[in-house]
C-alpha cells in the first residue's frame, strides 16, 4: 500500500432536473477517519462514487485533488450499505474478485490473514447465504481490505446491523484500516462520534465542521464526551444541519 493521501472535493453537482449541491469544499486528512453526516438526498453517497470514479446520475464541475495524482480512483477501496457479496461464489472467492478481474494473481497469504482477522477462516468456503448478516459485512470488509487501497470510502457499511454487532464491527473496521485515509458516509451521530478524527454536516446550505470528541478513536461506547457529542451532533440533525 502506498502512503495514505490527503485528497480535496471542491465543486458542485447537477441532477437533470436540480442542483444536488453547490461550492462543496470537502477535505480529508491523511490516514485520518473524516466522518460525513447529513439528511438523506443532499449528495453524500455521490460525494464517495464522484471520488471513487463510479456512474452518477449527477454531473460534477470541480475538480478531485490528491497527492495520489491522476489516477485517484485505481487507490480507491470502496464499501457499501449492502454487502454487494456474490451469491454463488464462496466467501474465499469473494475476497479474491478484484485480483481475478483484473488478471492478477491472488495473494494467498494475504487472503487468508483477512480471514483470520475477521473470524472467517472456518466459514471461507461456505456461500453468503449461509451466513449471518454481521459475517456477511465483516467478509465485504475483508474484500475491501484485500484491494489493500490507502484511501478507503464507506457508504453507511454497518447500518443494517443490530447495535453489539455494529459497534463490534466500527472497532474492527478501525483497527485494519489504520494507517489509511477514510472517508465514512454515515446517518448515525454516535457513530461519527465513536470513530472521526473529523465529522462535517452536509446541509442544503453546505459544510460544516463540528468538532470531534476529545480522545482517541474508536472511543468506548458509554465515553461521556462521546455521548455528549453524539447529543450535539443529534441536535444539529434536527435542526437540519
Not at 112 to 128: E, F, I, T, Y
Request: glycine share 8%.
Amino acid at each position: 500500500m502506498s502512503q495514505a493521501p490527503a485528497l480535496r472535493v471542491s465543486g458542485s453537482a447537477r441532477l437533470p432536473e436540480a442542483v444536488l449541491f453547490d461550492a462543496l469544499d470537502l477535505e480529508l486528512l491523511p490516514a485520518r477517519w473524516t466522518c460525513l453526516l447529513g439528511p438523506s438526498g443532499v449528495g453524500k453517497s455521490t460525494i464517495l462514487r464522484f471520488i471513487a470514479g463510479l456512474d452518477t446520475q449527477a454531473v460534477f464541475q470541480g475538480r478531485i485533488t490528491s497527492d495520489l495524482g491522476p489516477n485517484i480512483p485505481r487507490n480507491v477501496a470502496y464499501m457499501a450499505q449492502e454487502d454487494l457479496l456474490l451469491p454463488w461464489a464462496s466467501i474465499r472467492d469473494n475476497l479474491a474478485l478484484g485480483a481475478r478481474l483484473r488478471g492478477e494473481p491472488i495473494d494467498q497469504e494475504r487472503l487468508q490473514r483477512l480471514l483470520d482477522r475477521v473470524g472467517l477462516s472456518k466459514l471461507a468456503n461456505r456461500k453468503p447465504r449461509t451466513l449471518s448478516g454481521g459475517q456477511r459485512q465483516r467478509a465485504a470488509l475483508a474484500r475491501t481490505l484485500m484491494e489493500d487501497k490507502p484511501l478507503v470510502l464507506l457508504d453507511e457499511p454497518f447500518s443494517a446491523l443490530d447495535a453489539r454487532t455494529r459497534s463490534d464491527m466500527q472497532d474492527l473496521a478501525f483497527s485494519l484500516l489504520k494507517g489509511r485515509t477514510v472517508l465514512l458516509v454515515t446517518h448515525d451521530p454516535g457513530e461519527a462520534a465513536r470513530l472521526a478524527h473529523r465529522i462535517v454536516v452536509m446541509s442544503d446550505q453546505g459544510l460544516v465542521e463540528i468538532d470531534p470528541p476529545p480522545g482517541d478513536a474508536p472511543r468506548a461506547v458509554d465515553d461521556p464526551d462521546m455521548l455528549a457529542a453524539q447529543g450535539r451532533l443529534m441536535s444539529r440533525l434536527r435542526e437540519g444541519g
